[in-house]
T-cell receptor, first 114, second 110 residues
Framework: GAVVSQHPSRVICKSGTSVKIECRSL??????MFWYRQFPKQSLMLMAT?????????EQGVEKDKFLINHASLTLSTLTVTSAHPEDSSFYIC??????????FGPGTRLTVT | GNSVTQMEGPVTLSEEAFLTINCTYT??????LFWYVQYPGEGLQLLLK?????DKGSNKGFEATYRKETTSFHLEKGSVQVSDSAVYFC?????????FGKGTRLHILP
């Protein structure tokens, strides 16, 4: 099947700093990418949907100025957590889809803000 | 709005036991239904799916039938293995998004 990678797999940053997470589709063109947040023992919460070359569409309650999403190419999307705080610590998962085909998930990035 | 409710875990079974993980949904229209699996330290993988009522999805010995009358998509396996230990997510697609249940952690004891 198609492969989606995320980098880094784990990151620790200090409160107040920004951190960028990359999501890449390795063997297909991701016309749409999705970013999820997963809390411990909770489901995946969709944060935003991005289409290549367009602005991301954020779900209700997600701060777009805090979680900056860029989908500048058909194989790369980035999520930047700006001015991170401890409550932003979470597991962030991206997924990618080509057209209306199946959605493939990345392995996730564990963010810890100290 | 659309939502998915699945049984809370953890579920602990002995090897070769029969497995059922219940999942019900609320949706407008006719969503596709999915089961995803997340093995320890890995990302989500699609386990099986069904796109219309009465469809049965199956993979790796797991099965689930799309029941519109009961709005359910229960996951079953006749004989589980230790390697099936993972977190299982029921999900539906609607409005061009996938909505997930909270996940059920499954432990299989040898």
């Amino acid at each position: 099947g198609a492969v989606v990678s995320q980098h880094p797999s784990r990151v620790i940053c200090k409160s107040g700093t920004s951190v960028k997470i990359e999501c890449r589709s390795l063997d297909f063109q991701a016309t749409t990418m999705f970013w999820y947040r997963q809390f411990p023992k909770q489901s995946l919460m969709l944060m935003a949907t991005s289409n290549e070359g367009s602005k991301a569409t954020y779900e209700q309650g997600v701060e777009k100025d805090k979680f900056l999403i860029n989908h500048a190419s058909l194989t790369l999307s980035t999520l930047t957590v700006t001015s991170a705080h401890p409550e932003d610590s979470s597991f962030y998962i991206c997924s990618a889809r080509e057209g209306a085909y199946e959605q493939y998930f990345g392995p996730g990035t564990r963010l810890t803000v100290t | 709005g659309n939502s998915v409710t699945q049984m809370e875990g953890p579920v602990t079974l002995s090897e070769e036991a029969f497995l059922t993980i219940n999942c019900t949904y609320t949706a407008t229209g006719y969503p596709s239904l999915f089961w995803y699996v997340q093995y320890p330290g890995e990302g989500l993988q699609l386990l099986l799916k069904a796109t219309k009522a009465d469809d049965k999805g199956s993979n790796k010995g797991f099965e689930a039938t799309y029941r519109k009358e009961t709005t359910s998509f229960h996951l079953e396996k006749g004989s589980v293995q230790v390697s099936d230990s993972a977190v299982y997510f029921c999900a539906l697609s609607g409005d061009d998004k996938i909505i997930f249940g909270k996940g059920t952690r499954l432990h299989i004891l040898p």
